[in-house]
């Protein structure tokens, strides 16, 4: 079984703090994504990866940044922690082909919380 | 307008009952239709995939896509407790790698 595996459960950081967000699979995926999901806005896209040291905006780039140095490993990176990046963050990744035979493999989430 | 609209829920239903789960969108060029479900503090994980219009079945589950009205469909029969969990429908233009989703329905099947 795919197993995505997100360092921490909850995090909670104060305003302006650098924080990291560490996500590892263990499929040897080449496709790794970060979401954060809030309650009625789904799941947004913030950025993704399709090989190491390759990274690609998605639909809410601004305030996060991304390091992909080796396959298994995608962390995301807030610069400078604001309150209105309070959300719950998903990691996922699958490998290279169509939607059907690799679907998105997730994490379970990390709740991060800035006070 | 957001893309892909989904009811947050709460939908409360009983041991059995035949649920429907729907989504609407607004680009027509969405061709490729997948539910998620979640389950609390979990995340999510594939449960049905449809290319273009039509249905899909896979045991309790029908999924079922509408172009023309830009509607797509989740139908779970003799649901169980064991559905209870949240639904998210999800779309993309090709075969790349960007999903849209909805905001996701919040099931729960009471015994």
């Known amino acids: 079984d795919v197993k995505v595996t997100q360092s921490s459960r909850y995090l909670v950081k104060r305003t302006g703090e650098k924080v990291f967000l560490e996500c590892v699979q263990d499929m040897d995926h080449e496709n790794m994504f970060w979401y954060r999901q809030d309650p009625g806005l789904g799941l947004r896209l913030i950025y993704f990866?399709?090989?190491?040291?390759?990274?690609e905006k998605g639909d809410i780039p601004e305030g996060y940044s991304v390091s992909r140095e080796k396959k298994e490993r995608f962390s995301l990176i807030l610069e400078s922690a604001s309150t209105n990046q309070t959300s719950m963050y998903l990691c996922?990744?699958?490998?290279?082909?169509?939607?059907?035979?690799?679907?998105?493999?997730f994490g379970n989430g990390t709740r991060l919380t800035v006070t | 307008q957001k893309e892909v609209e989904q009811d947050p829920g709460p939908l409360s239903v009983p041991e059995g009952a035949i649920v429907s789960l729907n989504c609407t969108y607004s680009n027509s060029a969405f061709q490729y239709f997948m539910w998620y479900r979640q389950y609390s503090r979990k995340g999510p994980e594939l449960l049905m995939y449809t290319y273009s219009s039509g249905n899909k079945e896979d045991g309790r589950f029908t999924a079922q896509v509408d172009k023309s009205s830009k509607y797509i469909s989740l139908f779970i029969r003799d649901s169980q407790p064991s559905d209870s969990a949240t639904y998210l429908c999800a779309m993309r233009y090709n075969a790349g790698n960007m999903l849209t989703f909805g905001g996701g329905t919040r099931l729960m099947v009471k015994p």
């Open positions: 996922a990744s699958r490998p290279r082909g169509r939607e059907y035979d690799s679907p998105l493999h």
């Open positions: 990866s399709y090989d190491v040291k390759m990274k």
